[in-house]
């Protein structure tokens, strides 16, 4: 990416070219730049600088900062002379002060939790304490310059085997590992790596160890004991301590670093097949970058990356720094933000390697080190944002940003900003936009309602707020709605009328109506005889009401009459007027109220002339009362076939009182030959019907469907003999294609009066009626088999019933013919018969009973079956209780009686 700040010469010469072009198109060229300019003035920042204060100015001021660390609880920096100071990361106060250094500060780290740090000097001395123990401190002498150091980010929790990183000039990267054993001090070191160079900083995360030397970046695995990475300082680039390397962790797993005018993201990853020779981890480079500014400082800022960009510039022969900036980049190099830090002072006086930059993402602070200055960053918050937006009239970002953030408002309110909102919509002509804010605005306040209906009153614009006015929760008073409907009386009588009705409940009826007949006599139109009907209606003059609605077309007059029916009294001559308004709803009111307060006698004399309405109010009459069918059904079929045939076969199928024989002579008159069938059918006559569906519409396919549904084999002959007597092929084809499903396709087969001509499609015909017919046996075969199946498992059933134990109670069960108790069998000789249908009889009386019922029925049964009865024995006596078997034999009698009569009809 490249981003790079015209300079004023640059910008002189931009000028100039402008003013030398046309005048059209320097405007052009005007409005592209100034736009371009207000654009970028108007971007509001993401973070807000201030300056550490307190006691920070107060120790900077005889000393420059030299190097930084922070954590939530925390932080702490050095400076030139060796002092150590802690600090709240917020306010900037002193906590703490540590004079152990005699040189200059160069290095310092905290661990993981913010308990302990470790500080480095010039002199080779390395300190690590607790900052909340004073007696827990460490201090080593080296015999080297120490440049960095690192302290293990789990240092407070181990116990034993505490570790730091050091490197310096000497060029080695050193893990040291302290091995006291109660009062002996003993530190273990191991050289990581040498030999590149001056190791200029060391950064520690998790079990991985990054550092930067001459040569490059290496990274190392504390866990495996093995170097993972090696990334070589970008080709000609400054020399390495002209631009010192900045590292940081974006999280346990990727490195990223800035170095001169390059950044660098890494991911450490496993290596899938690794060879003995190689490690198991490897860093893939996914993103680098050469920027256009020197690189102070690199943080993670959310899925992207902050920077400390340093710029510097020449005058005079001379390079000076400028203001350092906070640019926030994408993976893709996208510059969405660049923030100019200006509340650092002496700004050009300082170079690159003189800034830090440290971060608490998770906290959202940004820390920004000069020699003389800490700078915090923070995100704007709610109230802040909100202000600047105010402040550029940006309005509409405002109320969006108030919503979202409401709760974290301090020093604004909600409905201070959207008042500021709809103040600046109204001034601007954005009366819509004005208007659709005040509910959410305004809400239950009553106040601020009647202000602002004036106001839009006041502008003209009270049609685009009407619609948001509340009626209900909150109500208003009646003259501020009154206010708002004279503001419609002059302008619009539409939204006049729809007002009225939306607030009917809220105004001040008689006030309106008095309005509205001042008005009619100016100016009448029908939306204001709309209003006054509608008020007439919420009065006493509600018969004044349903006639302006009748006069009017209105369906608000059925509306009426179902309150109250009373009012057909006002409207006994005027039916024509009503069923033109709507036919179905008024003919239903007619009719549901032709027995007190509309008589047929007083209806139907007024549609004479009207046969279309009379014929819709027959139609619905016949219907609900079939003695007035039968009186008017002639009628109702007369005009259904003169202005409506193709309504006429739906209503003799559904009118069961329609008189068909007239209906068929109509039909025959009007040449209606389908509804003739029909109603041939209705009669009786289904042969003519079927004949005339052939002859008359020449439509086979009709025939057959009467025949299916009548379901009669001399009708099927009939129809057969018919459609062959015709000769026409086609009619053939169609009968052999549907006749399949439902006759024995060898009675056409085997008719010998075949026409000589060629019939179409014959061979898939017939191969379709013996596949129909096929079908039907497959059918009746698998039906059979279903039946036996039931048959035999039901047998089964009973089988299981007939044997399994009933439970008795022989006190409780007596002999159905004498009432002797079951248990008083018990230990005598005599018999007792109990049947699973709960019926007891004992021996005698079942003899008796059996007996009696023979002779009582052995006469009948010798006249109806021509022979004589059978005497039934003791042991079919056993088998069958008699009560429950007599009434089974007289069933089938009757249903005998009822085959024979039906045979013999």
């Not at 905290?110 to 201090?139: H, N, P, Q, W």
């Not at 937006?389 to 974290?408: I, P, S, V």
């Not at 014929?615 to 009362?625: R, S």
Request: hydrophobic letters at 35%; glycine letters at 4%.
């Amino acid at each position: 990416f490249a981003v790079k700040m015209p300079s004023e010469e640059e910008q002189k010469e931009m000028e100039r070219r402008r003013e030398d072009e046309d005048e059209e198109g320097e405007d052009e060229e005007e409005t592209d730049s100034d736009g371009s300019d207000e654009e970028e003035e108007d971007e509001m920042p993401l973070i807000k600088f201030e300056a550490l204060q307190a006691d920070v100015p107060t120790i900077l001021k005889d000393r420059v900062c030299t190097c930084f660390a922070a954590s939530p609880k925390f932080a702490v920096f050095g400076t030139d002379f060796g002092s150590v100071h802690v600090i709240d990361p917020q306010l900037g106060a002193e906590v703490k002060r540590f004079e152990q250094h005699k040189e200059r500060v160069v290095g310092i780290s905290m661990d993981e939790k913010g308990d302990f740090v470790a500080t480095c000097d010039d002199s080779g001395k390395v300190v690590i304490r607790s900052l909340y123990d004073e007696k827990k401190v460490l201090s080593y002498s080296f015999s080297r310059p120490i440049k960095s150091v690192a302290i293990d980010p789990e240092y407070s929790k181990l116990k034993n085997n505490k570790r730091f990183i050091t490197g310096g000039k000497a060029g080695m990267l050193l893990l040291h590992e302290d091995k006291s054993v109660l009062m002996f001090s003993k530190t273990k070191q191991s050289v990581l790596h040498s030999g590149e160079g001056c190791v200029s900083v060391i950064s520690w995360k998790g079990t991985f160890v990054a550092w930067a030397n001459d040569v490059g970046v290496k990274v190392y695995d504390t866990k495996r004991n093995q170097r993972i990475a090696s990334i070589d300082r970008p080709a000609n680039s400054p020399r390495a301590e002209e631009y010192q390397c900045r590292l940081c962790w974006k999280d346990s797993k990727t490195l990223m670093y800035g170095w001169a005018d390059h950044v660098v993201l890494g991911e450490i990853r496993s290596r899938i097949d690794a060879a003995p020779d190689e490690p198991d981890k490897y860093m893939q480079l996914i993103v680098r970058i050469q920027t256009e500014c020197w690189i102070s400082g690199i943080a993670p800022y959310g899925n992207n990356f902050a920077m400390l960009a340093y710029l510097d510039e020449e005058e005079g022969g001379k390079s000076f720094g400028d203001i350092p900036e906070l640019k926030i980049l994408t993976n893709e190099a996208v510059e969405e933000v660049s923030e100019n830090i200006e509340v650092i002072e002496d700004y050009k006086n300082y170079r690159a390697n003189d800034y830090h930059f440290d971060s608490l993402p998770d906290e959202g602070m940004y820390f920004i080190i000069s020699p003389r200055d800490i700078v915090i960053g923070r995100p704007l918050t709610a109230d802040e944002k909100i202000e600047w937006l105010l402040n550029h009239q940006l309005y509409e970002e405002a109320m969006d940003l108030g919503r979202k953030h409401e709760h974290a408002l301090r020093k604004f309110s909600l409905t201070q900003i959207e008042e500021e909102r709809i103040y600046f919509l109204l001034d601007n002509g954005k009366t819509d936009q004005a208007a659709a804010l005040t509910p959410l605005v305004l809400q239950d306040k009553i106040p601020l309602w009647n202000k602002w209906i004036a106001m839009f009153i006041q502008k003209g614009a009270i049609c685009n707020l009407a619609k948001y006015i509340p009626y209900k929760d909150p109500k208003l008073e009646p003259i501020t709605y009154h206010q708002a409907l004279m503001a419609f009386l002059v302008d619009d009588h539409k939204q006049f009328l729809k007002f009225v009705q939306k607030w009917e409940n809220a105004i001040n009826t008689h006030e309106v109506k008095g309005a509205v007949e001042r008005e009619i006599q100016k100016n009448e139109t029908m939306e204001l005889n709309q209003v006054l009907a509608f008020l007439y209606s919420k009065t006493a003059e509600k018969r004044k009401a349903l006639s302006m609605y009748l006069k009017l077309g209105r369906k608000e007059a059925f509306e009426l009459l179902k309150e109250d029916p009373q009012m057909f009294s006002s409207v006994r001559d005027r039916v024509v007027e009503m069923i033109s308004i709507d036919t179905n709803e008024a003919v239903d009111l007619l009719v549901e109220h032709q027995e007190d307060k509309m008589p047929i006698g007083d209806v139907l004399p007024q549609l004479k002339g009207h046969p279309g309405m009379e014929m819709e109010y027959l139609k619905v009459l016949c219907k609900k009362d079939n003695a007035i069918g039968r009186e008017y059904g002639r009628r109702l079929v007369e005009l259904t076939a003169e202005y409506a045939q193709q309504d006429l076969l739906s209503l003799l199928k559904t009118n069961p009182v329609v008189p068909y024989l007239e209906a068929m002579k109509i039909c025959e008159d009007k040449k209606l030959w389908r509804e003739n069938a029909f109603c041939l059918r209705r009669c009786g006559n289904v042969k003519a019907a079927m004949l005339m569906l052939i002859e008359k519409l020449n439509s086979v396919e009709e025939a057959i469907e009467v025949v299916v549904e009548e379901n009669d084999e001399k009708l099927w002959d009939t129809l057969i003999d018919e459609i062959f007597k015709r000769k026409d092929p086609e009619h053939i084809c169609f009968l052999l294609q549907n006749a399949g499903r439902h006759i024995n396709p060898i009675k056409i087969f085997e008719r010998n009066d075949w026409p000589s001509t060629e019939i179409p499609n014959l061979r898939s015909s017939v191969v379709k009626i013996l596949s129909d017919f096929n079908v039907q046996l497959e059918l009746l075969r698998g039906s059979t088999a279903i039946l036996k199946n039931d048959c035999v498992t039901l047998l089964t059933k009973l089988r299981n019933t007939r044997k399994a134990a009933v439970l008795l109670t022989p006190d409780t069960i007596t002999c159905h013919s004498c009432s002797r108790a079951l248990s008083s069998f018990c230990g005598q000789d005599e018999e007792a018969m109990y049947f699973h249908c709960q019926h007891m009889f004992c021996t005698d009386c079942l003899a008796d009973v059996f007996t009696g019922r023979i002779r009582s029925r052995g006469s009948a049964s010798r006249r109806r079956r021509g022979q004589s009865s059978t005497t039934t024995s003791d042991e079919e006596s056993k088998n069958f209780c008699p009560i429950c078997h007599s009434s089974a034999q007289d069933d089938d009698h009757s249903n005998n009686a009822r085959r024979r009569r039906r045979g013999r009809g």
